[in-house]
């Protein structure tokens, strides 16, 4: 049985997820952003950006790519995308991007009241019994960013990146515990509430190692390796 959940724009949604599953996420309207935290259910492997990047050779999450732990295990593998781009350099956004905005509260601005990314996954960090201190890099799903005109050539967020219906979809390699917070990319200018994500959850096949995932998705060494590794803790 499938498990479906839409989380509204500007909310933030946590939840276990059991080796061997498919985890999709959509966006419900353009300029959509989903900021994913990713733990291991043993609460030892958390998501390792610079691991994931540098073992991979590339600047931005994209397909086919393993989602590696500080371990150097397979947390997940992206395995389909709409798009060829989702930002994992900038981080999840702080109250201090939302300051030059002006304030807002739920008693002024109601449901489209801004909320960071930050204070969303914090609570759903809560929930799970982990804190602040277990905040780490995140991915921005459905987000891009480019390098600027200026002298320090700084990042820039790319507007009009996604649209309503581009997805992602990650096989689950290790029982997670998966964190996600829909408020906009910390780089974004816009001010009004973002789109919401539909999240999708279905079985696929079982994870025991044999499979032959690096092969069909043609994916580097290093995360046929990391693939490897892992089937070796569930055997």
């Not at 498990?3 to 959509?26: C, D, K």
């Not at 601005?109 to 960071?116: A, C, E, H």
């Not at 759903?124 to 799903?141: M, P, R, S, V």
Request: proline share 3%.
């Amino acid at each position: 049985m499938n498990y479906f959940h839409e989380i509204p724009g500007g909310a933030a949604w946590s939840a276990p997820v059991r080796a061997g599953r498919l985890i999709t996420l959509t966006t419900l309207a353009a300029g959509g952003n989903a900021s994913m935290l990713v733990i291991g259910a043993d609460r030892l492997d958390r998501l390792n950006i610079p691991d994931t990047l540098k073992s991979q050779m590339s600047a931005c999450i994209a397909p086919a790519m393993v989602l590696m732990s500080d371990r150097g295990t397979a947390l997940a593998t992206v395995v389909a995308s709409s798009l060829d781009w989702h930002d994992c350099l900038t981080g999840f956004g702080h109250d201090r991007h939302l300051e030059r905005f002006g304030a807002s509260s739920y008693a002024k601005d109601g449901n489209d009241w801004r909320r960071s990314a930050r204070i969303g996954l914090i609570s759903e960090l809560t929930k799970h019994g982990f804190g602040e201190a277990d905040l780490h890099g995140c991915i921005n799903f459905f987000s891009k960013v480019g390098i600027s005109d200026d002298s320090r050539a700084t990042l820039a967020y790319v507007a009009d990146h996604s649209a309503a219906g581009d997805n992602v979809s990650l096989r689950s390699e290790q029982d997670l515990l998966v964190f996600v917070s829909t408020a906009r990319h910390p780089l974004s200018e816009e001010t009004d509430r973002p789109g919401g994500v539909r999240v999708e959850i279905s079985a696929t096949a079982e994870v025991d190692g044999s499979d032959d995932i690096g092969t069909a998705l043609k994916l580097r060494d290093e995360a046929v390796r990391a693939l490897e590794q892992t089937g070796r803790l569930l055997a």
